[in-house]
């Protein structure tokens, strides 16, 4: 079965610093890992997606993620926060189905 | 770029009542979804449907619920019967053919009073 933690429920940075948010997986299949971004009253849009083809994978906005295995996760870094940044986003895995199955969210706040 | 709509962005029913949610996909996707976000828990799947029949349902799918896609645009969501516990933002998903990558719509918040 697949699932997915979240590590921080909410993270504040200033603006122009490193962003960090934490994500760990548990698949018993080759997951493939997506970040999303929920700005508020919109929808989910997708920031990046790993599918094996690569460890580090680049999205969009200056995101991107890493894939280790050795320790079943999949944090999303940006170098510099951008006021922009500030909203919900959630790490997702899939295994054997299409379903997706959803972290519990971090909502970032970026401090001016 | 093409994205997924959905219909309406807000609906206020009445417990016991029937609604039907309305989404459509983007334009050559072959792969539908609903999933839904309780306020303040996380988003779950409720329901996968491809070649005009459901793949798979979660446990929340139950007999109140059912999905259609009534001609070659709309894909919907019907709740027969409302409980106060289906207030939730409901999310419509499409994806292409050999892709497990989704493109959510914006949702639609149901209220039920």
């Known amino acids: 079965a697949q699932s997915v933690t979240q590590l921080d429920s909410h993270v504040s940075v200033s603006e122009g610093t490193p962003v960090l948010l934490r994500c760990n997986y548990s698949s018993s299949y080759s997951p493939s890992l997506f970040w999303y971004v929920q700005h508020p009253n919109k929808g989910l849009q997708l920031l990046l997606k790993y599918t094996s083809a690569a460890t580090l994978v680049k999205g969009i906005n200056g995101f991107e993620a890493e894939f280790k295995k050795s320790e079943t996760s999949f944090h999303l870094t940006k170098p510099s926060a951008h006021m922009s940044d500030a909203a919900e986003y959630f790490c997702?895995?899939?295994?054997?189905?299409?379903?997706?199955?959803f972290g519990t969210g971090t909502r970032l706040k970026v401090l001016a | 770029e093409p994205e997924v709509t959905q219909t309406p962005s807000h609906q206020v029913t009445q417990m016991g009542q029937e609604v039907i949610l309305r989404c459509v996909p983007i334009?050559?996707?072959?792969?539908f979804y609903w999933y839904r976000q309780i306020l303040g828990q996380k988003v779950e799947f409720l329901v996968s449907f491809y070649n005009n029949e459901i793949s798979e349902k979660s446990e929340i799918f139950d007999d109140q619920f059912s999905v259609e896609r009534p001609d070659g645009s709309n894909f919907t969501l019907k709740i027969r019967s409302t409980k106060l516990e289906d207030s939730a933002m409901y999310f419509c998903a499409s994806g292409g053919y050999f892709t497990d990558t989704q493109y959510f719509g914006p949702g639609t918040r149901l209220t039920v009073l």
């Open positions: 997702v895995v899939t295994g054997r189905t299409y379903k997706y199955i």
């Open positions: 334009s050559n996707h072959l792969y």
